[in-house]
């Protein structure tokens, strides 16, 4: 069973990431298009949100997204004030999740999968257990298991355990059965919160780990 998830992780996985995605992007060209139009007209620039998130084997790439956040005011940290800076239009499209849309161009590229733990800043790098860590033995994914059981509902710690699990037992089945619940979740909205307060989810200690960095960089 080891032998055949190795392959799987190594070989298969990365053709129908590359093969998918270019489908997958010609399909949602104009979708794309739409969205950026939209967001343009109605948000301003700039449409798309880039961000350094942590890759496989703990390597940084930057990742793409629909723009759902005005920028932070004066007193407003960048990575906590998600709540009060998530717009009417930014909340719609990560309700429907048409805000991820832009991270084919990372599966593309081959930074990223169409199923795998989804990408996170490298603060979380610092709160990880070893066993923990082992989510990044794989591609980051556009969605991943914790994201169809509970999404942002879920604490920081429960999708962790989620992704380690997904490490554990990644199978060519297994990335099926995430993808077709995914459409299911999608047009359910479940477990879709927007804006949600870091206490909410954060049972890690990150709002500590980063407000201890915003201390050390004023010095």
């Not at 997204?65 to 990560?94: C, H, Q, W, Y």
């Amino acid at each position: 069973m080891k032998g055949k998830t190795v392959m799987y992780k190594d070989c298969l996985k990365k053709i129908i990431d590359l093969l998918f995605g270019f489908l997958i992007f010609i399909f949602l060209i104009p979708i794309l298009i739409f969205l950026s139009l939209f967001i343009f007209f109605s948000m301003g620039n700039p449409i798309f949100f880039k961000q350094e998130r942590i890759g496989k084997n703990n390597k940084p790439f930057i990742m793409y997204k629909f723009r759902t956040m005005r920028e932070p005011k004066d007193g407003e940290n960048r990575l906590l004030s998600d709540a009060d800076r998530v717009t009417k239009i930014g909340a719609f499209l990560r309700k429907t999740s048409l805000d991820e849309l832009p991270e084919i161009i990372n599966v593309i590229k081959g930074e990223m999968s169409l199923v795998g733990p989804r990408p996170l800043l490298d603060l979380h790098l610092e709160l990880f257990s070893e066993k923990q860590l082992k989510r990044h033995d794989v591609k980051p994914g556009m969605t991943g298991l914790a994201q169809v059981m509970g999404r942002q509902s879920l604490s920081f710690k429960q999708r962790t355990d989620l992704d380690v699990k997904y490490v554990e037992n990644l199978s060519l089945w297994l990335d099926i059965k995430i993808i077709i619940k995914t459409i299911l979740v999608v047009l359910g909205a479940d477990g879709i919160k927007t804006g949600q307060k870091f206490e909410e989810v954060d049972d890690v200690g990150l709002k500590d780990l980063i407000e201890k960095k915003q201390k050390e960089s004023e010095k």
